[in-house]
């Protein structure tokens, strides 16, 4: 059970990475790649109906570990206080300005509403990097390098998914951004990759290259307008980079820590199973369904395809 724990909390943490990566992204483009009021709309409401759904990955993730492993969960965020901290805070400030956006009159108060939105999604992009590579590596240059290799790949996979979902003007510069992120992600990810502990395992090192190798495969579908192809080579590439770090962490989840001694009771262990069996189905099944029914590319305010717009409430 205890195994298992781990890869279920792994696997959630690996969907949030993954689907949370482009909402970052698309946070912090949306200011460059929406130069008036109505490409900002069109970028926002490409994530507007499922960037909160794709938090609960997150909150799911920390409950997981709060249940299974209620050590881990305290030295985790003890060791971690004030980047976590951070964290939440830029997730707040991005959710309100996401929210109120759309009901503010006066550019002038849309501008704060977007610095608040490239803000909070900047800072957990960094930090969430940061904070990983200092698990692995208690460095605070390593930390440095993880947050920004972080921040890079999530420009990547928010520009690749706004190529993916637009049309235009927009969507020629979400392919143009995706190829010059490529500039920063490719060197900093061969850092990150050198940096993993020489003893970690064969796997760990063969899913860390290939999520190189994907990355810059991404950047080549999307110079050859493949979109769909280069969003599922950059959602992989993230997949495999977090099955390295779980992978690594594996056999001690914080410094001094073993999974036996982070992990709650085999009765605590056995309620959550039946607990999880029973939910787990049901909230993938939810998110599947709202990706396939808001699937369509959007134009911007004024052509045929917004058929998301009344729905988002983001831009009215």
């Known amino acids: 059970m205890i195994d298992l724990w781990f890869v279920i909390i792994a696997f959630l943490w690996t969907g949030y990475f993954v689907l949370e990566g482009f909402d970052f992204g698309v946070g912090m483009l949306s200011p460059f790649l929406g130069r008036n009021e109505g490409q900002r709309k069109?970028?926002?409401?490409?994530?507007?109906?499922?960037?909160?759904?794709?938090?609960v990955w997150l909150i799911t993730a920390v409950?997981?570990?709060?249940?299974?492993?209620?050590?881990?969960?305290?030295?985790?965020?003890?060791?971690?206080?004030?980047?976590?901290?951070?964290?939440?805070?830029?997730?707040?400030?991005?959710?309100?300005?996401?929210?109120?956006?759309?009901?503010?009159?006066?550019?002038?108060?849309?501008?704060?509403?977007?610095?608040?939105?490239?803000?909070?999604?900047?800072?957990?992009?960094?930090?969430?990097?940061?904070?990983?590579?200092d698990v692995l590596l208690d460095s605070g240059v390593a930390a440095l390098v993880g947050g920004a290799f972080s921040l890079a790949v999530c420009l990547l996979h928010g520009a690749v998914f706004l190529a993916l979902r637009t049309e235009g003007v927009v969507r020629r510069r979400a392919r143009a951004a995706a190829m010059g992120t490529l500039v920063a992600v490719i060197p900093l990810g061969i850092v990150a990759l050198s940096s993993i502990p020489r003893e970690g395992s064969g796997a760990v090192w063969i899913a860390a290259g290939t999520a190189m190798a994907l990355l810059a495969a991404g950047g080549s579908?999307?110079?050859?307008?493949?979109?769909?192809?280069?969003?599922?080579?950059?959602?992989?590439?993230?997949?495999?980079?977090?099955?390295?770090?779980?992978?690594?962490?594996?056999?001690?989840?914080?410094?001094?820590?073993?999974?036996?001694?982070?992990?709650?009771?085999?009765?605590?262990?056995?309620?959550?199973t039946w607990?999880?069996?029973?939910?787990?189905?049901?909230?993938?099944?939810?998110?599947?369904?709202?990706?396939?029914?808001?699937?369509?590319?959007?134009?911007a305010p004024g052509g045929a395809a917004q058929v998301q717009r009344a729905q988002t409430g983001i831009g009215q």
Do not use: C
């Open 221 to 272: 579908l999307i110079w050859r307008r493949r979109e769909g192809w280069a969003f599922a080579a950059t959602a992989g590439a993230i997949a495999l980079a977090s099955a390295a770090l779980f992978g690594t962490l594996a056999g001690a989840p914080m410094p001094g820590l073993t999974l036996e001694q982070a992990a709650s009771g085999p009765y605590t262990l056995n309620v959550l």
């Open 63 to 133: 409950g997981a570990m709060f249940a299974a492993f209620p050590a881990w969960y305290a030295g985790f965020l003890s060791s971690f206080y004030l980047p976590l901290t951070l964290v939440l805070a830029g997730l707040i400030v991005r959710g309100v300005a996401l929210e109120w956006r759309g009901k503010l009159e006066h550019s002038s108060d849309r501008a704060w509403a977007d610095v608040g939105i490239a803000a909070g999604s900047a800072l957990p992009a960094f930090l969430w990097g940061a904070v990983f590579a």
């Open 275 to 299: 607990i999880g069996l029973a939910i787990l189905p049901f909230v993938l099944g939810y998110q599947g369904w709202t990706y396939w029914v808001f699937r369509k590319r959007i134009s």
């Open 42 to 55: 069109q970028v926002l409401q490409t994530i507007g109906p499922v960037w909160d759904g794709n938090e």
